[in-house]
């Protein structure tokens, strides 16, 4: 178990996805996504969300944590960890069922 201390460090924020390319050198199936998070900026993530289309997550909001040190996972420079869960039919995205601000903190 973890302490609640410990959950609070984590750094978890709203922001929408602008752009998405797939991720060529990535050793499984992943996309480039260009992620919107307001007052932190443009940041990107290696994901393996291809069980969605690229035009189908553009505008799209989701939650990412903001605060895990950056990895090289093929081409991409992963700022951000986007949170889904993982499925039978692939990784569904977590989000929030009303509009908000780009940035918008997860408590």
């Excluded at 996805?17 to 990535?26: D, E, F, G, P, Q």
Aim: with cysteine; charged share 25%; proline share 3%.
């Amino acid at each position: 178990m973890i302490e609640f201390d410990d959950f609070d460090k984590i750094e978890m924020r709203v922001g929408t996805i602008t752009a998405v390319s797939l991720n060529k050198r990535a050793r499984k199936p992943a996309y480039k996504v260009t992620i919107d998070l307001g007052e932190l900026g443009i940041k990107t993530s290696s994901a393996q969300i291809t069980n969605y289309t690229p035009d189908f997550l553009i505008g799209k909001q989701v939650i990412c944590v903001c605060n895990f040190e950056p990895m090289r996972i093929g081409d991409v420079k992963s700022e951000v960890r986007i949170l889904g869960s993982d499925t039978k039919d692939g990784c569904i995205l977590l989000t929030s069922i009303s509009k908000v601000e780009n940035g918008s903190k997860i408590y």
